[in-house]
């Protein structure tokens, strides 16, 4: 009985540590965003690209969104979604795209 807790909390244990480096991962999170923002979008394209943007300029953008100071339709959803550090990380990968 003893056994089975200690191979239960393990697992638990690294499945969360690998959890964490993983949302920590700036390109990984990336992944999500471009399923929607094209790196290089038509020219009628309604998404912008996210490329060209200072870490500064997207990590206020998407804390804006994350607390509700901007009006828009998906993007305060999805910034939701991510801890501030976890925003920060992606912010710092997209600008050096
Ligand atoms: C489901 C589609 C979708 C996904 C996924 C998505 N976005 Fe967006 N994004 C949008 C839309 C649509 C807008 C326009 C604002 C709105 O209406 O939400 C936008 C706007 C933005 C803007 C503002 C651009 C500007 O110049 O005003 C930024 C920055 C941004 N997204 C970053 C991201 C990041 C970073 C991710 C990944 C964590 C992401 N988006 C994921 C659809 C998406």
């Not at 804006?64 to 920060?88: C, G, H, V």
């Amino acid at each position: 009985m003893k056994l089975w807790l200690l191979i239960a909390s393990f697992g638990m244990l690294s499945s969360a540590s690998f959890n964490s480096y993983a949302e920590l991962n700036g390109q990984n999170i990336a992944l999500n965003c471009f399923n929607c923002h094209n790196p290089k979008p038509a020219a009628n394209s309604a998404i912008p690209s996210l490329t060209g943007y200072s870490q500064q300029r997207l990590q206020q953008a998407l804390l804006d969104f994350k607390y509700d100071k901007t009006n828009a339709t998906l993007m305060p959803r999805i910034a939701k979604a991510y801890s501030d550090a976890e925003i920060s990380a992606v912010a710092a990968y997209l600008s050096q795209q």
